[in-house]
Every structure is written in C-alpha cells, then in structure tokens.
C-alpha cells in the first residue's frame, strides 16, 4: 500500500517535468527579495550616438549590441553605475570592460585601455578606462562602444538612462 501512492507520486512527478519560476520567485515559488534599483550615468559626457543600438534578429545573428559614442582619444570612459568588474582585458585584440551591477545588469565598454582589474569595485562615475583603439567604422579612438545585457539578452543601454518608476503626468497648471 505504501509503496503505489509513492511510485504514483514519482511517475507524476516525472511526467511533469520541471516547475517553471515566476519572476522574483525561486523554483519553489517562494518570493524573492527584488533586486535593487540601481542609479545609471552615462559612460562618457558629452552623450552623442553615433550609432544606435539594434536588437539582433536571433541569438547569433546579425545587429548592434550596442551603442557607439563619439569620444577623443584617451578620454576617460567611467562606469555607468556601481557595480564589480567582472573583467578587464583584451578581446579579439581590443580592450573590454565589463562591469556587473546589483540589479543583474552587465555593462561592456569597448575599445579601452583598462584601468581597473577583475574583481574591482566601482562607483557610478569612476573612471574604469580610456578610450584606445577601434570600432566599428569609427575612425581610432573616435568612438565608444558601450553595450548591456541581463542575462545573455542584449537590450538597448540607453534604457538604462531613463527615469526608474512609472512616469506621471501632472495637470496643466494654466487649466482651470
């Protein structure tokens, strides 16, 4: 007798599959702790797209993982928000900064000459590393590329400069 109701119990279990998480809950569906909001900047001022970010068409497939912004040689590139590096070094012959910030956000700065090393914390603002190198069609040094990502979805980092919370809208103050 025992033993139907647990074998029962296993083959549902098994047919079911595994449960799906809600957002901001565990596997159990226990609630979690949302993650923090956090303040973003942009990486270099003045802020002036050269080019603008476009959604891939798959995971692999062709768009703009990004934003290119226009820049001098050697200015400083600082991190848009608080975060930990989670790596500073050279990719495909460019120099990458990747930040990792609270809110599960990664940004990634490229083409710099690191100034910070892995597992560095940053403050929104600090300067993280120069601008060296190329991108894209830009001309040596011209141009920044800053891009961001939760998770492995790229999105546009320039949602990260909009207001946090819902926007409202006050009445006119010369409508009676």
Do not use: K, N
Request: charged share 20%; proline share 11%.
């Amino acid at each position: 007798m025992i033993r139907l109701p647990l074998a029962l119990a296993v083959v549902v279990l098994v047919l079911q599959g595994p449960s799906e998480a809600r957002p901001g809950a565990d596997r159990s569906g226990r609630v979690l702790a949302q993650p923090p909001a956090v303040a973003y900047a942009p990486p270099v001022t003045p802020l002036r797209v050269v080019r603008g970010f476009v959604a891939p068409t798959s995971r692999w497939g062709p768009g703009h993982r990004g934003v290119d912004l226009a820049t001098g040689p050697g200015d400083p590139v600082r991190a848009a928000a608080a975060g930990t590096v989670s790596f500073a070094g050279r990719v495909a012959g460019r120099g990458v900064v990747v930040v990792a910030h609270a809110d599960g956000v990664r940004t990634e700065y490229e083409p710099v000459t690191p100034l910070v090393r892995a597992g560095a914390a940053v403050l929104r603002g600090q300067a993280i590393g120069r601008v060296g190198g190329t991108h894209g069609a830009c001309a040596p040094g011209r141009c920044v590329h800053w891009g961001a990502r939760r998770g492995d979805a790229y999105f546009d980092p320039l949602a990260l400069l909009r207001p946090l919370g819902p926007v409202r809208l006050l009445p006119w103050a010369d409508r009676p």
